[in-house]
DNA sequence: AAATCCCCCAACCGCAGACAT
DNA sequence: CATGTCTGCGGTTGGGGGATT
């Protein structure tokens, strides 16, 4: 028991110390006893809610009237829900706080028998876990109020109060939309779910010096649009296992007709990685690819393996079944990413490279990462009233769902293993902690259908909710005014590179270790991530139709 | 089994605004 | 207008307890 005596503290208005008829009453402080809640029922019970202090005078409670409200309003005001929040109060929070930011009270209004203090701590933990995950607050379909409504004061004003967000000097310099074909930061803020879609023509004969073509920029999307637009195309999966057909496909590439789309993900702003996965994130040794620093990519940089989680996750969605359509992944972020992670171990630098790969590329990274933002950083603490981000869960039920997370239990290739961790990182989110512990096992295997050597990594789950986990393929709808379009595999590669180029990115000046080369070789470990689909169901239509990413160079 | 780590949450503090006197 | 009270909020703390070492 802490007793604070005369002239300990203040409490706002209210003080520590009481007058009691000339003398001073020590005020106590820290958990209440269950004699000190009934005192308080009773007299709540007998004089109504509200004249806090006058309690500590009519009653022998040591509690300062503050304390007394706070614990009568949080425990023992009737028709309090204990326990978990429901889902549909989860839901139902993520919704207003989308709308009234961190108005705690009024949320609490809305949810009867709720407090705010339990709806914010609730709040800061799902934020801390989240962020820890490197996760989107929000799914596509919240779009806050401040993020549809802007207000530069109000904005001002969270700089002030320590919830700046992710912005970056270089972030607001002015970038000329006709000038890059995907948008500018400031598109970005308001584009709640941009995706772009390579659209090949050929991907056999495709080059990856091809000359770049103009892009359509991506266009502001509302989720509710996203919803409501025709699934595409189904496409069959490189990322199925030919061991185990029951999970579904990776609708990525169908190479069965010459539009071959598949959409690389714009992936959630990352927020501060845990220290642990920043020490092996932003390992700058120049050591072979290993698990500490399989991917590598610049200090700050919002692209990381949580790239791949963002993106290579959704294929395993339980309720997608195979060959819905390609992955689109719709985000709502502060900058859009392209990340190609290698899973060799010896990858080639060299000091000449394309000046469009100049600022977007890690020099110190064994693996290439791009980003049409690098000058975004992140920050350690996510703000309270924080920048909505949106990830590929197109409903809050989705979006809901995936932080309870998935259960999986091995996964082969390195980057796969990225996944699984980001996975495994879902797999605790919701209500138990994130295990810290992952099983891994590499399942080579030959596809007969392939003609490269390329091994094809087995993902199996050890538990798998097949349900209604993660967002479907179905949810992720892509939107045609929001791809783009490209002739070639290489092409919208090498665009995406320019484009970053074009959007007002900062070169640091230094050479960058990637070559046309090294690109094309990115591409191929890239592509010895997605095999060809050997599934029957994916080769239905055409039996020689199996994708290759060795032939693009 | 014990020590340690880590997460969650009740409770607190400080501040500001609204309102009543 | 000054003062006191209440309320709301952001931020923080510290203990409990489960997980991990």
């Known amino acids: ?53 006058a309690l500590q005078k009519h009653t022998c409670l040591a509690r300062c009237g503050k304390s007394c409200r706070l614990r009568w ?36 209004a809305q949810l009867p028998g709720r407090t705010d203090n339990e709806i914010k701590n609730y709040w800061n933990t799902r934020l801390k876990r989240l962020q820890r995950q490197g996760l989107p607050l929000y799914p596509p379909d919240v779009i806050p109020n401040h993020q549809l409504h802007p207000h530069p004061q109000h904005q001002h ?16 310099q002015p970038n000329t939309p006709s000038s890059s074909p995907l948008p500018s930061p400031t598109q970005l803020n308001a584009n709640p779910s941009s995706s772009f879609t390579f659209h090949t023509t050929n991907a056999s004969t495709a080059n990856l010096l091809h000359p770049l073509s103009p892009h359509t920029p991506t266009t502001p999307q509302t989720p509710s649009q996203l919803s409501s637009r025709p699934p595409p195309q189904p496409l069959s999966s490189p990322l199925s296992s030919p061991l185990n057909n029951q999970y579904p496909t990776l609708p990525l590439f169908n190479n069965n007709n010459n539009n071959t789309n598949f959409t690389f993900p714009r992936p959630p702003p990352l927020l501060q990685p845990p220290s642990s996965l ?5 390992n700058n040794s120049n050591t072979p690819l290993n698990y500490t620093n399989r991917v590598s990519t610049a200090p700050f940089s919002p692209v990381s393996r949580d790239s791949y989680t963002s993106f ?9 079944a195979p060959n819905t359509q390609p992955i689109t992944y719709h985000t709502n972020n502060n900058y859009s990413s392209f990340s190609l992670n290698p899973s060799s171990s010896s990858y080639p ?22 980003h ?10 996510l703000p309270s009233n924080q920048i909505p981000q949106i990830c590929a869960f197109n409903n809050v039920n989705n979006f809901i769902d995936n932080e309870k997370g998935l259960h999986r239990r091995s996964i082969s290739c390195s980057l796969l293993e990225d996944v699984m961790e980001e996975a495994e990182a879902l797999d605790g989110g919701g209500g138990g902690r994130p295990p810290k512990r992952r099983q891994l096992t590499y399942s080579p295997l030959n596809n007969h259908h392939n003609n490269n050597d390329n091994d094809f990594f087995s993902v199996t789950f050890g538990q798998y909710d097949s349900s209604e986990n993660i967002c479907s393929l179905q949810d992720l709808k892509p939107k045609e005014g929001e791809t783009l379009e490209m002739n070639t595999m290489q092409e919208d590669i090498a665009k995406l590179l320019d484009w970053g180029s074009d ?15 090294n690109l094309v070789l990115d591409v191929h470990q890239f592509a010895s991530l997605f095999p060809a689909d050997s599934t029957p169901a994916a080769n239905d239509n055409n039996d020689n139709n199996n994708f290759s990413w060795d032939d693009l160079d």
């Open 1 to 53: 028991m802490i007793l604070y005596g005369v002239g300990t503290g203040n409490d706002g208005g209210s003080t520590n110390h009481i007058s009691d008829g000339g003398g001073r009453v020590a005020l106590k402080k820290g958990p209440w006893t269950a004699a000190e809640d009934e005192i308080l029922a009773a007299y709540v019970r007998e004089n109504g809610e509200g004249n806090w202090n």
């Open 278 to 282: 920043l020490a092996r994130r932003y």
């Open 372 to 381: 049409t933002n690098p000058g975004y950083s992140m920050k350690q603490d």
């Open 73 to 108: 309003a949080n425990h023992l005001r009737p028709n309090l829900k204990k326990g978990s929040f429901t889902g549909d109060e989860e839901r139902l929070i993520i919704q207003l706080h989308a709308q009234l930011g961190n108005k705690w009270a009024r949320m609490a």
């Open 312 to 320: 290579l996750t959704l294929p395993y969605s339980s309720s997608a």
């Open 157 to 172: 004003q969270q700089q002030n109060q320590h919830q700046q967000m992710y912005f970056h000097p270089h972030s607001s």
């Open 503 to 517: 959007s007002g990115e900062i070169s640091n000046g230094q050479s960058s270790a990637v070559t046309d080369e």
């Open 349 to 370: 630098t060299t000091t000449s490279s394309p000046s469009f790969l100049h600022s977007h590329y890690t020099p110190n990274s064994s693996s290439t990462s791009f």
